[in-house]
C-alpha cells in the first residue's frame, strides 16, 4: 500500500537530539528544554519537523550505542549528538569517549541519517591538559567525519547565573531558549537542504 502527500505539501523532517540532562531538560517543563524550543524556532521557518528529545539524565558517551538502536526506530533523519558533558564531568578517559562518539556517528551516518556535532567545554578546575584535549576532541571528531558543528552547545549559558538553576550546572528555561538559538544556526539550513531533498 503506497501513500503520497498532497502536491505541495512536505514530508516530516525527524531530528535527534541526543543528549544528556541538558538535553532532557531536567529541572524544567518538557515545553521548557532545549529541544521543543528549537522544534517551534524551526516551525517558525515553515519547515515540518519534529525534534525527538533524546536527553537521559547522566548519560555518558558510552550509552550512545544502545540508545541509537532504540531511536533508529523512529527513522530520524538528522542528528544532533549532544554527549559528553558527564564523561568531562567525571574525569573520564578522552580516548574513549572520542570511540563512543565516532561509533555513534558511523552508526548514524550507516544509515544516511546526516550527523550534527556539539561541543561542550569543561570548568578551570580541571586543569588545562585535560580541558584542551576534552574540548579538542568535538572538533577533531567534526573534522575526520566531515560534521557541521556547534562549537559550543552552552555559548552564553555556561557559567553565567541567570541563566541557569541553582546548581549551577543545569540550565534554566531562559538559558534554553538560548541553546535552541545557538543550535539553530547551525541546524537551519541543514534542515531546509533536507527539506527541499524531500520535496
Not at 529541572?27 to 519534529?50: I, M, N, S, T
Not at 591538559?129 to 577533531?140: D, G, L, R, S
Not at 541563566?163 to 550546572?169: P, V
Amino acid at each position: 500500500m503506497c501513500f503520497f502527500l498532497p502536491f505541495g505539501a512536505m514530508a516530516e523532517i525527524r531530528i535527534l537530539a541526543l543528549g544528556d540532562s541538558l538535553t532532557e531538560g531536567y529541572g524544567v517543563e518538557l515545553e521548557e528544554a532545549y529541544p521543543y524550543l528549537l522544534e517551534q524556532l524551526l516551525k517558525e521557518e515553515d519547515l515540518e519537523v519534529r525534534v525527538i528529545n533524546g536527553g537521559f539524565s547522566g548519560a555518558t558517551s558510552a550509552s550512545a550505542g544502545t540508545r541509537l538502536k532504540w531511536y533508529f526506530k523512529m527513522r530520524p533523519q538528522i542528528m544532533l549528538l549532544a554527549l559528553g558533558a558527564n564523561d568531562g564531568l567525571r574525569g573520564l578517559d578522552i580516548g574513549n569517549m572520542k570511540q563512543n562518539l565516532a561509533k555513534a556517528i558511523q552508526m548514524a551516518q550507516e544509515r544516511q541519517i546526516k550527523v550534527v556535532m556539539t561541543g561542550m567545554q569543561m570548568p578551570i578546575n580541571y586543569g588545562e591538559t585535560y580541558i584542551q584535549a576534552y574540548q579538542e576532541a568535538f572538533f577533531e571528531l567534526a573534522r575526520e567525519y566531515e560534521l557541521p558543528m556547534v562549537d559550543f552547545l552552552l555559548e552564553g549559558v555556561g557559567g553565567i547565573p541567570e541563566m541557569n538553576l541553582r546548581d549551577g550546572i543545569h540550565p534554566n528555561p531562559e538559558g534554553h531558549q538560548v541553546i535552541a538559538r545557538n543550535v539553530l544556526k547551525t541546524l537551519l539550513p541543514i534542515v531546509k537542504a533536507e527539506s527541499q531533498g524531500q520535496s
